[in-house]
Nanobody, 125 residues
Framework: QVQLVESGGGLAQAGGSLGLSCAAS????????VGWFRQAPGKEREFVAA????????YYADSVKGRFTISRDNAKNTVYLQMNSLEPEDTAVYYC??????????????????WGQGTQVTVSS
């Protein structure tokens, strides 16, 4: 089993930047991909970005493309999400999650079976 712990987040003004980290432990050798999802109050959890563990292919939701960057440091077993040009609509709890088997749809929430506890991101206008 893989354990995930998010850190970072907090409060930012619109147009500002924040960075999130997701540290993985446990059976990290089985990770195929790590994704970031977010859930705003009253809304469903949605895909934000994902990165494959070995080849580092990246995937982004249209709403964050060009503003957010996902990256990983395998030596540290950590995935990062750099968020620039933040908008109030980015306010949500952000979760990282891992897939420990091959998937051809890393954007899918149901593909992920390991989840972190979430971290709050609040963007003020």
């Amino acid at each position: 089993q893989v354990q995930l712990v998010e850190s970072g987040g907090g409060l930012a003004q619109a147009g500002g930047s924040l960075g999130l980290s997701c540290a993985a432990s446990g059976r990290t050798g089985s990770i195929y991909a790590v994704g970031w999802f977010r859930q705003a109050p009253g809304k469903e959890r949605e895909f934000v970005a994902a990165i494959t563990w070995t080849v580092s292919n990246t995937y982004y939701a249209d709403s964050v493309k060009g503003r957010f960057t996902i990256s990983r440091d395998n030596a540290k077993n950590t995935v990062y999400l750099q968020m620039n040009s933040l908008e109030p609509e980015d306010t949500a709890v952000y979760y990282c999650a891992a897939i420990d088997y091959y998937s051809d749809y890393v954007q899918g929430l149901r593909e992920y079976d390991c989840w972190g506890q979430g971290t709050q991101v609040t963007v003020s206008s």
